[in-house]
């Protein structure tokens, strides 16, 4: 990228000034429609920021579908040092470097 002088720069940032002042000045008729709206539905802040599966019922019973918890991923690697792997994501450096060495990653296969 080609060094700009110190006049340009300026050029540059006061250009992007403008354009972030007209952005914000755009954005405020939407903000007063949402809390014109807000204000009609009664809806508030704090009810933007709870999320469904945390909504509780007038008896502040829990209400949305129960959280499933994640299954557990079996080893499919293990060497000698107790370092394991699921076989799944970024494979780990022990994995890499041992096939740097010349292991196959096989040989750290856990049996089924």
Same mark, same amino acid.
């Given at each position: 990228?080609?060094?700009?002088?110190?006049?340009?720069?300026?050029?540059?940032?006061?250009?992007?000034?403008?354009? +972030? &002042?007209?952005?914000?000045? @755009? *954005?405020?008729?939407?903000?007063?429609?949402? =809390?014109?709206?807000? !204000? /009609?539905?009664?809806?508030?802040?704090?009810? +933007? &920021?709870?999320?469904?599966? @945390? *909504?509780?019922?007038?008896?502040?019973?829990? =209400?949305?579908?129960? !959280? /499933?918890?994640?299954?557990?991923?079996?080893?499919?690697?293990?060497?000698?040092?107790?370092?394991?792997?699921?076989?799944?994501?970024?494979?780990?450096?022990?994995?890499?470097?041992?096939?740097?060495?010349?292991?196959?990653?096989?040989?750290?296969?856990?049996?089924?």
């Amino acid at each position: 990228m080609p060094r700009l002088s110190a006049e340009a720069l300026k050029f540059r940032i006061a250009a992007l000034q403008k354009k +972030l &002042a007209a952005a914000e000045n @755009a *954005k405020a008729p939407a903000v007063r429609k949402v =809390r014109a709206l807000m !204000k /009609k539905l009664g809806v508030t802040v704090a009810d +933007l &920021a709870e999320t469904p599966a @945390a *909504k509780t019922d007038e008896s502040g019973q829990r =209400r949305g579908r129960p !959280k /499933k918890a994640a299954a557990k991923v079996p080893v499919k690697y293990r060497d000698a040092d107790g370092n394991a792997w699921t076989g799944r994501g970024k494979t780990p450096k022990w994995i890499t470097e041992a096939e740097k060495a010349g292991r196959n990653r096989e040989e750290f296969r856990v049996a089924d």
